[in-house]
C-alpha cells in the first residue's frame, strides 16, 4: 500500500503543506505464526478511532471538536460510529485530512458498507468539493464492496487494480526490511544484521507489512 502511494498516487495529487496524513490497516486473523496473536481490527469504529487520534496527535488545537462528545458518550464513544464520523467531518472542515484505509476487506461485512456508505454519501454531497477528507482506500476486489462506489469511480474518483499474481511481495517486502532497519543506527551492525534477518524469516508466515 504505501509503495502503491508513493509511485502512483503522490505524481497526481496536489501537495499541501498543511495537510495532516493518517493510516489504518483493518486486521481479521488474530494469528501472526508461531502461536503468536494480536488482537484483530475488524469495526469501522477501530479506523475512525484511530485515524481521529492520528489527527488529534497531529493538530492538538482540534480536541475541542472531540469534547463535547466526550462529555456526552464517555468511554463509548470508541463504539459509536455516526458520531466518530461527524467529527472526522467536522475536522475536515477547513482542513485537508488524508485518511489512508488498508486491506477494507478485512473490515467486517455490515461495518465494512456503513463505512463505505457514509463515504459515498460525503462525495456525492458536494460532488465538486472541495472536499477537507480525502480517502485512499485499498482492498481485494469483492464485487459486493466495489458496487457500491461505482457511480463515484465512473465520475469522480481514481480506482487502480492490480494483478497481486505478478507482485512479488515477499521481494518487496524484504526491501522494505532492509531499509527501515538500516536506519537503525542506534544498533550495532551485527545486531542490525540479526534483527533483519528475523524479521525476514517472520514476513514469510505472515505476507503483510504487519
Known sequence: ?????????????????????????????????????????????????AILHQVLVQRPAMMSKVTLAWRKHGTKLATEFSVLWEILKDCGSGNRIECIVDALDECGHESRFQLISRIRAYYSEAPEGPHGLCFILSGRPYFNSEYRFLDLVR????????????????????????????????????????????????QTDTRTYL
Open 1 to 49: 500500500m504505501r509503495s502503491l502511494v508513493d509511485n502512483c498516487i503522490e505524481p497526481m495529487r496536489p501537495i499541501e503543506q498543511d495537510q495532516i496524513s493518517c493510516y489504518y490497516f483493518f486486521r481479521s486473523s488474530g494469528k501472526i505464526g508461531e502461536g503468536r496473536h494480536v488482537s484483530t481490527s475488524t469495526e469501522a469504529t477501530d479506523a475512525l478511532s
Open 155 to 202: 465520475d469522480r474518483i481514481r480506482s487502480i487494480h492490480i494483478d497481486m499474481e505478478e507482485v512479488d511481495l515477499g521481494a518487496e517486502m524484504s526491501l522494505v526490511i532492509t531499509s527501515q532497519v538500516e536506519r537503525l543506527d542506534f544498533l550495532e551492525q551485527g545486531n542490525r544484521r540479526y534483527l533483519e534477518k528475523r524479521l525476514k524469516n517472520f
